[in-house]
Every structure is written in C-alpha cells, then in structure tokens.
C-alpha cells in the first residue's frame, strides 16, 4: 500500500543549480498539494493541484514551478537554486470528492542547498 | 486572513501524565479543524478532526473539541506514553478556499519514562 511516494529523501545541491523533487501517489487523489517545512516551523504551501492540467500557487511559490500532467504525478521544480531554498518539502494527496478532507502526506524530501 | 495559533514547545512530560496542547484559529469562514502528528523522520498523519461546531475528535486516547465560541480546537490526551513523542500541528480547512490547509507552527512534545 504505496499511498505518497516522494524521491529522493535527501540532496544537497549547489548554489544556482537546478532539481526536480518527484511526488506520486496510488489512491487516484484528485487534489495534490506541495509544502515546505522550515526548523521549527509549521508547513508553507507552495503549489497545489485540483486535477490533471490544473496548477495553481500557494503561499510561497517564488522559486519553484510544478507541473500535472497525470492525476498520480506532481513534480515540484527548483530552477538557480538558493540557501533560502534549505527545506523539508513534503507532497500531499486528498480525495476531494468525497468530503473528508484529509490529506495524505509523503515522507518528506530534505532539501540543503549551499 | 486564515491563522492558527498553537502553544510553543517543547513540552516535556513523564509517562502516564495529562497532555493538553492549547490551539486557536482565526478563519473568514466555517473551517473544518485538524491535529495531524508527525513522529521522527517520518511524514504528517491525521491524527483527528472535527468538522462542525461542538463535535469531538477523538483517536489513540487524544481528544479535541471544536469550540466555536472561543475559536479553539485544544489537543488533550489523559495518560501520554513515551512513543506519543512527536511533533503536533493544529490546523484548519476552508473548503470555499480550494481545500488547502493552514497550519500552525507545531508542538513538540517529548515523553519520558
């Protein structure tokens, strides 16, 4: 029972340099979300999904781009890379049809850049 | 805007002690409330929610009662055990804002025997 796989759980990257952090979940979740958590803080969302072809940003997504070309994929992409970009970044699913409102996080992805 | 606010930590306790975790919220309109966990390197999981005034969540002896009238959904657990250390987050969901989560900055509790 796969649910929210993300890769790779952790990269040490660069200033300036590029990466793309995966996310895939099995459950056939409309929605996805990508989060980023810093040292003591609580979850930031950077982009979300409500569906395949549909993006939209969140809280703080300077940065970053993602793209949804299939309901199991969201990819988040670092382009230039910075320290500021040092993270936890967690992805997340939800079922949003059925009212639940839970959502399904991954294991995480930790982030240094330098 | 939409805010939630939780007690800073680290909350230190010994096992078998009464665990409450104060959490408010500030939200433009009818959220749903949440208490996710995340243990030691692992992801958030659901740990309970309410998703109307007065209900109750309850799960693995935790508890949280949603109080409209106070704007609060406060974490209580009446007998904590060393593998409840982990980090708590309070949370909230407008369905109307496209299902995302507002999360407060997290509690971490550590339990000692």
């Known amino acids: 029972n796969a649910g929210v796989t993300q890769t790779p759980k952790f990269r040490i990257l660069k200033i300036g340099q590029s990466m793309t952090l995966q996310c895939t979940q099995d459950?056939?979740?409309?929605?996805m979300y990508w989060y980023r958590q810093d040292p003591g803080m609580g979850l930031k969302l950077i982009y979300y999904?409500?569906?395949?072809?549909?993006?939209d940003k969140g809280e703080v997504p300077n940065g970053y781009n993602v793209s949804r070309s299939t309901t199991e994929d969201f990819p988040l992409r670092l382009e230039l890379a910075a320290p500021s970009q040092t993270s936890v970044y967690f992805c997340a699913s939800q079922n949003a049809g059925t009212g639940e409102h839970e959502q399904y996080f991954g294991p995480g992805t930790r982030l240094t850049v330098t | 805007g939409n805010s939630v606010t939780q007690m800073e930590g680290p909350v230190t306790l010994s096992e078998e002690a009464f665990l409450t975790i104060n959490c408010t919220y500030t939200?433009?309109?009818?959220?749903?409330l949440f208490w996710y966990v995340q243990y030691p390197g692992e992801g958030l999981q659901l740990l309970l929610k309410?998703?109307?005034?007065?209900d109750k969540g309850s799960n693995k002896g935790f508890e949280a009662t949603y109080r409209k009238e106070t704007t609060s959904f406060h974490l209580e657990k009446g007998s904590v055990q060393v593998s409840d250390s982990a980090v708590y987050f309070c949370a909230l969901l407008i369905k109307a804002a496209g299902n995302k989560l507002t999360f407060g900055g997290g509690t971490r509790v550590l339990v000692k025997p």
């Open positions: 939200a433009t309109g009818y959220p749903s």
């Open positions: 459950m056939n979740h409309n929605y």
């Open positions: 999904s409500v569906g395949a072809g549909i993006t």
């Open positions: 309410a998703t109307k005034a007065d």
